[in-house]
């Protein structure tokens, strides 16, 4: 999230007398992705909406397939990698909170 974002949030929380958590905040998005995967995230793409990445191409692809692809995009467009600026939405399939995979 933007500073601006993570500022708002914060104070917000402040006000209503709760802790602000932020751990992924200010975290290099290319390693959280990894780390993510590497953890055992399965989720697809649903939506793109960044220049790059094509429905026909893209939509239904998993996030660690298209790990390489974003980083390019990341390079030649500034691409966000974990689509925090909105370049993509997913679908999570499966990862270790879930207590069986979800089949579409």
């Not at 094509?54 to 790990?67: A, E, F, N, T, V």
Request: net charge positive.
């Amino acid at each position: 999230m933007c500073l601006y974002v993570c500022v708002f949030v914060c104070y917000r929380c402040s006000r209503l007398g709760l802790v602000c958590l932020a751990y992924m905040w200010r975290r290099d998005q290319s390693e959280l992705l990894q780390e993510m995967v590497a953890c055992g995230l399965d989720a697809i793409l649903i939506k793109v909406a960044a220049i790059g990445l094509h429905p026909r191409k893209h939509l239904g692809k998993s996030i660690s397939q298209m790990m390489s692809y974003l980083e390019k995009m990341k390079e030649k467009y500034h691409v966000n990698v974990c689509g925090e600026g909105g370049e993509y939405e997913t679908f999570t399939l499966d990862c270790p909170l879930f207590r069986k995979r979800i089949v579409v």
